[in-house]
């Protein structure tokens, strides 16, 4: 069943889906998300196969998220329906992933971002190392924390996910379990031990049995960041940076100074909107009708151009300050449907 970017296979109670495309970092292409997809499907009856483990063949990545390139480029040539497919099989693998019938783990071991988050982070054991490096950047290329990363940021403690929805802040294995985007922390060179122990005894045992880390740089708390993160919008909030002596203000504020300020204002507002649906499937489903929004919008194709192809990091959005993106725009993207939805609340999965 290897496709040559992801290797499959079956050892005792163990069935083992290893991404293999470190020239991208594990970017998930269709080709990789159908063949995952499949797997699952396969493996999802199957009494042979107790546990599934996602992992990566590369230490400097688990799943650096989406193939952004090869998304501009659908959109390119084929138009929003093309361009947002990736976005829809994506999706609707984390919503399988959250919901599959047997224990998924996930090594997030190196670098996590975006879709990668979609891939490991919805899983019932959630495994980062000392490499790990999690973070939803989308705010950077003119997108908003998408893949579950918002129904996961709106549900951190206090307004800690708001911060790093806006940032793109990235988070060590530490910050990453205190904001619920994790649940163990392991030492890499210890992997290869829990790999074996999952062919032979159940998942939760296994968990169970890891022993503790030392814990690293948590940043500030929640208590901290909340004066300035309680801003009723992007305008104020930038203001409260400013005033701010900290140097986590400070780099908070170069961060949101970088980013696209249409993605900011968006993203505010669907964090909040996150906080109120019931469940993962429902944020999808919002996520998914925002990214098709932002797609259209000519910030996107410039966002990837400035931080991906060109690399000169000077993109110009528009528009290019956040005290004039229109709020009925904002409205717009969050109540308007920009494509036809991806089914996950008025239609059964086929789980």
Known sequence: MDTGLIHINHTGRLGRIT?????????????MLEGID?????????????????????PRAFCAGGDIRAIRKRLETGGLEDGAMPFRYSYRLASVLAGYPKPVVSFMDGIAMGGGIGLGGHVRHRVVTERAILAMPETAIALTPDAGGSYLLSRAPGLSGLRLALTGGRMNATQAIDAGLADRMAHSSTLDAIRH????????????S??????????????TIAPVYDAPDIPELL????????AWARADLTALE?????SLCITLAAWHAARDLPNLDHVLEQEFQLVCHLLQRPDFTEGVRARLIDKDNAPHWIPDR?????PHEIAACLHEHACQPLGLVTASLDK
């Open 19 to 31: 991404l293999d495309r470190p020239s991208a970092l594990n970017a998930l292409n269709m080709d």
């Open 38 to 58: 499949a797997c699952l499907c396969a493996w999802r009856d199957d009494p042979a196969i107790e546990t599934v483990l996602i992992d990566s063949a590369s």
């Open 197 to 208: 122990a999952l062919t032979r005894q159940p998942a939760g045992r296994v968990m169970d």
């Open 210 to 223: 890891l022993p503790p880390c030392a814990p690293m740089d948590a940043g500030p708390d929640t208590a």
């Open 239 to 246: 203001h409260r940076l400013r005033a701010h002596p900290a």
């Open 258 to 262: 970088a980013a696209c300020p249409f």
């Open 322 to 326: 956040v005290d004039v993106v229109r």
